[in-house]
C-alpha cells in the first residue's frame, strides 16, 4: 500500500526558512511525478512545485527563487526548502505522487494528509 507522510512543518518569522519533507512508502520515488500543493483558508488548493521520474522540475510563479523541491530516491522522500517566507505562504502543504504531473491534486494518484506551515510577519 502506498502512503505519503509529511512532516517538517511549524511557525516561522517573515523572512525565514522551513524544509518540508514527505517520505513515501510502498514503491519507489523514481517512478513517480512527485508534487506540493497548499491550501490556505478559504483558498483553493494549488500547485507549490513538482518534479517529474525524468528529474524536471516545476514551480509556481509565486514561489520561484525562495522554494527548492529536491527528491531524494535513495530514501523515497521529497523535500522543499522554503526560504525567505512571506505571511501569504501559510497554508497547509500537502505532498502528493503519480505517474504523471498534475495541476489539480486530485488527480494525483496518492496524496498526503498535510502538514502546517505558519509565517507571522
Known amino acids: 500500500q502506498v502512503q505519503l507522510a509529511e512532516s517538517g512543518g511549524g511557525s516561522a518569522q517573515a523572512g525565514g526558512s522551513l524544509r518540508l519533507s514527505c517520505e513515501l512508502s510502498?514503491?519507489?520515488?523514481?517512478?513517480?511525478?512527485m508534487g506540493w500543493f497548499r491550501q490556505a483558508p478559504g483558498k483553493e488548493r494549488e500547485g507549490v512545485a513538482s518534479?517529474?521520474?525524468?528529474?524536471?522540475?516545476t514551480y509556481a510563479d509565486s514561489v520561484k527563487g525562495r522554494f527548492t523541491i529536491s527528491k531524494d530516491n535513495a530514501k523515497n522522500t521529497l523535500h522543499l526548502q522554503m526560504n525567505s517566507l512571506k505571511p501569504e505562504d501559510t497554508a497547509m502543504y500537502y505532498c502528493?505522487?503519480?505517474?504523471?504531473?498534475?495541476?489539480?491534486?486530485?488527480?494525483?494518484?496518492?496524496g498526503g494528509q498535510g502538514t502546517q506551515v505558519t509565517v507571522s510577519s
Open positions: 502528493a505522487a503519480g505517474l504523471a504531473c498534475y495541476i489539480v491534486f486530485s488527480s494525483y494518484t496518492y
Open positions: 510502498g514503491y519507489t520515488s523514481s517512478g513517480y511525478c
Open positions: 518534479v517529474n521520474s525524468a528529474g524536471s522540475i
